[in-house]
């Protein structure tokens, strides 16, 4: 039973391995990004891109988590499979929390937001990615097999469909973007 889980979620496994070097990866970008448009350095981008690192994987094993217990109520196939579920969720929601708190209360994202931006659009692409693959899995199986075992990739579908969604809005919601700080407001006085 948990094996065949497992399995199901092979995926979540490729995706893990293209998540690990991500902090680095970021962390140059963002030095890059910045030398490049002449803006000051970050004081704080280490500790930044690790804080949004691990929010990040928390977030996803969160929505892994919701696909898991989702599957477990509607398969109706035990208790385990919930159980699994419940503490990744519960575990993934309690770092999820911590590292907002420590990004808010510790960093200046306020006046240097371009690391939680480039994790908002790195999450957009992840979930839209996982959600894509799960929907073309969902209408595959229900093809071959009709209603036959398609609650796996529907489950997956609907959880990441809905972080798609979400994703989506936060991705382009201007309000990081808005909050221009005192360093940009002194570059665009000088500017002009």
Not at 89 to 104: A, D, G, W
Not at 110 to 121: E, H, M
């Amino acid at each position: 039973m948990m094996s065949s889980l497992i399995g199901g979620f092979s995926f979540l496994f490729i995706y893990a391995y293209f998540i690990i070097p991500l902090a680095p990866i970021v962390y140059i970008f963002i030095k890059w990004r910045s030398y490049r448009d002449g803006d000051p350095p970050d004081p704080q981008l280490g500790m930044k891109v690790i804080l949004y690192y691990f929010k990040t994987l928390a977030y996803h094993v969160f929505l892994a988590s919701l696909a898991i217990l989702f599957y477990g109520l509607v398969k109706n196939t035990g208790s385990s499979i919930v159980h699994v579920g419940l503490g990744l969720l519960v575990s993934s929601v309690i770092i999820y929390l911590t590292h907002c708190i420590l990004i808010h209360k510790l960093t200046n994202t306020a006046d240097f937001p371009l690391t939680a931006r480039i994790y908002t659009g790195l999450n957009l692409v992840i979930v839209g990615l996982v959600g894509m693959i799960s929907f073309v899995i969902t209408l595959v199986t229900l093809f071959e097999k009709g209603f036959e075992k398609i609650e796996l990739p529907l489950v997956c579908f609907i959880v990441y469909a809905v972080a798609w969604v979400l994703q989506t809005a936060f991705f382009c919601k201007p309000s990081l973007a808005k909050k221009i700080s005192p360093f940009h407001k002194r570059r665009m006085a000088s500017a002009t």
